[in-house]
C-alpha cells in the first residue's frame, strides 16, 4: 500500500543518514525508491507536511522530515506548513 | 519476596531541554522542583529495579517492525536522540528479572517482543535521567508500548500487560523491589496542526482518574476521543494505564501539573501508591 510507501521513505528520512544525504542531493531521486504515486513523490519533495498527514501519515514522520531536511529546519516553520490550506490534489 | 513497591507517571517532553527558556520561569521551576520530588520518592522506595515504560516515537521502530509491546532484556544505553543536557551512556540493567518478566508473559499470554540489546529514546531516556540516575545505578528495565504509531495496543492490553508484569515480578526468587514508571502525556498535539495546544479539562479529568485508582475510566476513553481532546500524543495514557495495573492496589498522588503551551504539553507528575497490604512480602 502507497500509505505505507510512503512511511518506508519519510522513516528513512528521519533515521538513515545515506538517505538523507540522497534526498538532499536530488529528491525526486530518492524518492523513485519507493513505490509513491506522482502526487505522493510530489508532496515529498515540496514539504507538504499538511497534504502528507492528510492522506494518513503518522505526523511524527513529518515533523521529523521537516525538522531534519527542510530549509528553515524550524518547528515554528512546521506548524505554519501544517496550518495552511492544503494543495490541491494531483500537483501540477 | 519480590514486589512492585510503587510507580511513578511523569512526562518526557524533549523540549525542556531544547528549548528550555521558552517557558515561563515559573512554570521551567515547577517542572524541574516535579522532577526532583518523584526523584526524591522514588529514592525513598529504595527500589533495586525500575521498570520504565515508553513509548516509540517512530525512530526506534520502523515500518519494517513494530511490536506491540516490547521488553529489553539485555543491554540497555541511551537516550538515542541528542538533546542539551542529557548524555547519552549506558544504563545498570537487571537482565536475570527482566529475562524472568519476558518468561513468566510467554506462559501466561504476552508473549513478549524482546529487544536483547536496546538504545532507548527520550521516552525512558528523560525519566531515567531526572527521576533514576540521581539516585545511583538502580537497574533499569525497558517497555515499550505501541502508543505512538499505528496499529496501537488497545488500553485493556496495557493494563492486562502491566498486571502480567506484578505477577512476574510477585513470582521472582529474591528480594527485589520494584518500582513503574509510566512515561508519558498528557495532552499534547504532536505534529499535528494543533500543535501548542494544552487541554487542561482533559488533563485534570485524566489524573482524577489516576488519583482515584480508576484504571477502568482510563481503559474506557476511546482512542479517537483521547485525540480529539488530548492529542495524539495523550494515546500515550496506555503507558499509564500499563504502570496503574502493575501497582498493587494503586491510588494516585497529585505532585504537579503545568499546561506549558510553549512545550506542547500538559506536564502532570504522579506518585502512584500501593496499598501497603497489598504490597507481596
Not at chain 1, 519533495?45 to 521529523?64: I, K, Q
Not at chain 2, 526523584?39 to 520502523?62: E, K, N, S
Given at each position: 500500500?502507497?500509505?505505507?510507501?510512503?512511511?518506508?521513505?519519510?522513516?528513512?528520512?528521519?533515521?538513515?543518514?545515506?538517505?538523507?544525504?540522497?534526498?538532499?542531493?536530488?529528491?525526486?531521486?530518492?524518492?523513485?525508491?519507493?513505490?509513491?504515486?506522482?502526487?505522493?513523490?510530489?508532496?515529498?519533495?515540496?514539504?507538504?507536511?499538511?497534504?502528507?498527514?492528510?492522506?494518513?501519515?503518522?505526523?511524527?514522520?513529518?515533523?521529523?522530515?521537516?525538522?531534519?531536511?527542510?530549509?528553515?529546519?524550524?518547528?515554528?516553520?512546521?506548524?505554519?506548513?501544517?496550518?495552511?490550506?492544503?494543495?490541491?490534489?494531483?500537483?501540477? | 519476596?519480590?514486589?512492585?513497591?510503587?510507580?511513578?507517571?511523569?512526562?518526557?517532553?524533549?523540549?525542556?531541554?531544547?528549548?528550555?527558556?521558552?517557558?515561563?520561569?515559573?512554570?521551567?521551576?515547577?517542572?524541574?522542583?516535579?522532577?526532583?520530588?518523584?526523584?526524591?520518592?522514588?529514592?525513598?522506595?529504595?527500589?533495586?529495579?525500575?521498570?520504565?515504560?515508553?513509548?516509540?516515537?517512530?525512530?526506534?521502530f520502523?515500518?519494517?517492525c513494530l511490536p506491540q509491546y516490547l521488553l529489553g532484556i539485555?543491554?540497555?544505553?541511551?537516550?538515542?536522540?541528542?538533546?542539551?543536557?542529557?548524555?547519552?551512556?549506558?544504563?545498570?540493567?537487571?537482565?536475570?528479572?527482566a529475562e524472568h518478566i519476558m518468561g513468566h508473559g510467554r506462559e501466561h499470554g504476552f508473549d513478549w517482543a524482546v529487544a536483547k540489546?536496546?538504545?532507548?529514546?527520550?521516552?525512558?531516556?528523560?525519566?531515567?535521567?531526572?527521576?533514576?540516575?540521581?539516585?545511583?545505578?538502580?537497574?533499569?528495565?525497558?517497555v515499550y508500548l505501541a502508543?505512538?504509531?499505528?496499529p496501537?495496543v488497545p488500553?485493556?492490553r496495557a493494563?492486562a500487560l502491566g498486571r502480567s508484569i506484578?505477577e512476574a515480578?510477585?513470582?521472582?526468587?529474591?528480594?527485589?523491589?520494584?518500582?513503574?514508571?509510566?512515561?508519558?502525556?498528557?495532552?499534547?498535539?504532536?505534529?499535528?496542526?494543533?500543535?501548542?495546544?494544552?487541554?487542561?479539562?482533559?488533563?485534570?479529568?485524566?489524573?482524577?482518574?489516576?488519583?482515584?485508582?480508576?484504571?477502568?475510566?482510563?481503559?474506557?476513553?476511546?482512542?479517537?476521543?483521547?485525540?480529539?481532546?488530548?492529542?495524539?500524543?495523550?494515546?500515550?495514557?496506555?503507558?499509564?494505564?500499563c504502570?496503574?495495573?502493575?501497582?498493587?492496589?494503586?491510588?494516585?498522588?497529585?505532585?504537579?501539573?503545568?499546561?506549558?503551551?510553549?512545550?506542547?504539553?500538559?506536564?502532570?507528575?504522579?506518585?502512584?501508591?500501593?496499598?501497603?497490604?497489598?504490597?507481596?512480602?
Amino acid at each position: 500500500m502507497s500509505i505505507y510507501a510512503l512511511e518506508k521513505a519519510l522513516f528513512d528520512l528521519n533515521v538513515d543518514r545515506p538517505s538523507k544525504q540522497r534526498f538532499r542531493d536530488d529528491p525526486v531521486d530518492f524518492c523513485s525508491r519507493y513505490q509513491l504515486s506522482d502526487d505522493e513523490r510530489a508532496r515529498v519533495v515540496a514539504f507538504d507536511v499538511r497534504g502528507l498527514v492528510d492522506l494518513g501519515v503518522n505526523p511524527m514522520l513529518t515533523m521529523g522530515y521537516w525538522l531534519e531536511l527542510e530549509g528553515s529546519r524550524s518547528l515554528g516553520g512546521y506548524i505554519k506548513r501544517m496550518r495552511a490550506a492544503p494543495e490541491p490534489v494531483g500537483g501540477k | 519476596m519480590a514486589s512492585v513497591v510503587g510507580g511513578f507517571l511523569a512526562p518526557h517532553d524533549p523540549l525542556m531541554f531544547s528549548t528550555p527558556d521558552a517557558a515561563p520561569a515559573g512554570q521551567r521551576d515547577a517542572v524541574s522542583a516535579a522532577y526532583a520530588e518523584l526523584g526524591a520518592r522514588l529514592g525513598r522506595l529504595d527500589p533495586t529495579a525500575v521498570v520504565v515504560i515508553g513509548a516509540d516515537h517512530y525512530v526506534l521502530f520502523g515500518p519494517g517492525c513494530l511490536p506491540q509491546y516490547l521488553l529489553g532484556i539485555g543491554d540497555v544505553d541511551g537516550p538515542l536522540e541528542r538533546l542539551p543536557g542529557l548524555e547519552r551512556g549506558p544504563m545498570p540493567t537487571n537482565p536475570r528479572l527482566a529475562e524472568h518478566i519476558m518468561g513468566h508473559g510467554r506462559e501466561h499470554g504476552f508473549d513478549w517482543a524482546v529487544a536483547k540489546s536496546i538504545t532507548v529514546d527520550h521516552s525512558i531516556g528523560i525519566p531515567y535521567a531526572l527521576m533514576v540516575k540521581p539516585n545511583g545505578a538502580i537497574p533499569v528495565i525497558p517497555v515499550y508500548l505501541a502508543a505512538g504509531v499505528e496499529p496501537l495496543v488497545p488500553l485493556s492490553r496495557a493494563a492486562a500487560l502491566g498486571r502480567s508484569i506484578r505477577e512476574a515480578v510477585e513470582s521472582f526468587p529474591g528480594d527485589e523491589r520494584v518500582v513503574v514508571i509510566g512515561s508519558g502525556g498528557i495532552s499534547h498535539w504532536v505534529g499535528l496542526a494543533d500543535m501548542g495546544r494544552v487541554n487542561e479539562d482533559f488533563d485534570r479529568e485524566v489524573i482524577a482518574h489516576v488519583e482515584a485508582g480508576d484504571i477502568d475510566a482510563l481503559c474506557a476513553y476511546g482512542d479517537a476521543d483521547i485525540v480529539e481532546r488530548g492529542g495524539n500524543g495523550a494515546l500515550e495514557l496506555r503507558n499509564f494505564v500499563c504502570a496503574m495495573s502493575a501497582v498493587p492496589a494503586v491510588r494516585g498522588e497529585l505532585v504537579e501539573y503545568q499546561a506549558v503551551p510553549a512545550w506542547i504539553t500538559g506536564l502532570g507528575f504522579l506518585e502512584l501508591v500501593a496499598d501497603g497490604a497489598a504490597v507481596a512480602r
